[in-house]
C-alpha cells in the first residue's frame, strides 16, 4: 500500500508561481510512475504530467513549458512547479503514483488562479 499526501495547494494571481508537492509512504524508488492530475468544477479529471523512474518527464500540452515536475528521492517527495499560471489551471491536483499494477492516488490539494 502506498499512501500520498499532496501539499503546497493555495490562492495565486493570474501569472503567479506556486509549487506543490506529492510525498510518498514509502520508498520513491519503488514507484514505476509518477504524475500529477488535475480536476476543475464540472470537468473530467486530466492528466498534467508525468516522472518515470529513470526521472523523463512528460506533459500536457496545455501546460508544456509552464509547468516542471521533479523529484527528490531522499525525501520521497514529488514537486509540480507551476508557473505563469492562468485562471483556467485552477482545479484540484491529484496526485497519482503507479507501483506495478496498482495506482493510488493522493487526496488531492487546491489551486486557485484569480484574474
Known amino acids: 500500500q502506498v499512501q500520498l499526501v499532496e501539499s503546497g495547494g493555495g490562492l495565486v494571481q493570474a501569472g503567479g508561481s506556486l509549487r506543490v508537492s506529492c510525498a510518498t509512504s514509502g520508498s520513491i524508488f519503488s514507484l514505476n510512475v509518477m504524475g500529477w492530475y488535475r480536476q476543475a468544477p464540472g470537468k473530467q479529471r486530466e492528466f498534467v504530467g508525468g516522472i518515470n523512474s529513470g526521472g523523463t518527464t512528460n506533459y500536457a500540452d496545455s501546460v508544456k513549458g509552464r509547468f516542471t515536475i521533479s523529484r527528490d528521492n531522499a525525501k520521497n517527495t514529488v514537486y509540480l512547479q507551476m508557473n505563469s499560471l492562468k485562471p483556467e489551471d485552477t482545479a484540484v491536483y491529484y496526485c497519482?503514483?503507479?507501483?506495478?499494477?496498482?495506482?493510488?492516488w493522493g487526496q488531492g490539494t487546491q489551486v486557485t488562479v484569480s484574474s
Open positions: 497519482k503514483a503507479v507501483r506495478g499494477v496498482y495506482a493510488y
